[in-house]
Structures are given as C-alpha cells and as structure tokens.
C-alpha cells in the first residue's frame, strides 16, 4: 500500500496542477493507466442489455493511441474507436455512447490491450463482469 501512495500521489498531484488548458502528460496517463488496468472497462446490466463502458479510457484518450479488444476470446481482434483528444478539456468523456450493448449475461470476458502515446503496449489484461 505503502509503495503504492508512493506512485500514485505525485500522479494525482500533477493532474490537479495542470490548468485546464494543459492535458495531463502522457507519461503519467500511462503510469495512472498502468496501475489500474482492472478498471479499464466496467460492466453494467441496463434494460436488457449488458453495456461495456471504455469511460475510464475515454477520459485518458490523449495518452492512448490504440485500444485493441476481444469479447470472450484472448484474440483482440476489435478495435475501440477513442474519442479525439481535447487538450482544453483533456479528461472529459465527450463520446455520445462510450459503450458497447450486448444482449444480457452474454459477455463472460473483455481482453484488452492498449498502445500507449509512447508507442509502448499494455500488459493483456482480461476483466470479467
């Protein structure tokens, strides 16, 4: 826990001195993405439906350049569509559906892989419902 507010304070504090004319640096939207790759998507049962939120991502977009998903399969054969980076708004999620709708209960799995700003990939990382 100890090595953990370690890293992610001067993250936290970065973002918050940043004016909002400045987007958050990409190497620490890396460093903030890499330390919370399980809550890259989240899942959520709606009217009938199973929607996958890529919100976390979305509001990272101007440090990602690539995301590369699978649904049940560790394939990541599909590619996420980010929203433009708005470096006036950087951490706003301004995509008008920033989810996918899947009949209910019919996604056990999500692999994703992202290619960061530096052109670096993402640890595969599979998130379950």
Known sequence: MKKLKKVLIPILLSGLLLSSLDAM?????KQALQMTSKGWVSFRDFEGNQLIYFTNLESY???ILQVHYSIDSE???EVWTLQKCDYKNPLAVTKEKPYLTMPKDSVK????????A???DSEIVTIKP
């Open 75 to 77: 394939d990541l054969d």
């Open 118 to 120: 530096d052109g670096t």
């Open 109 to 116: 799995s999500i692999t994703l892989q992202i290619t960061f």
């Open 61 to 63: 977009t101007c440090g």
């Open 25 to 29: 640096p990409p190497k620490i939207i």
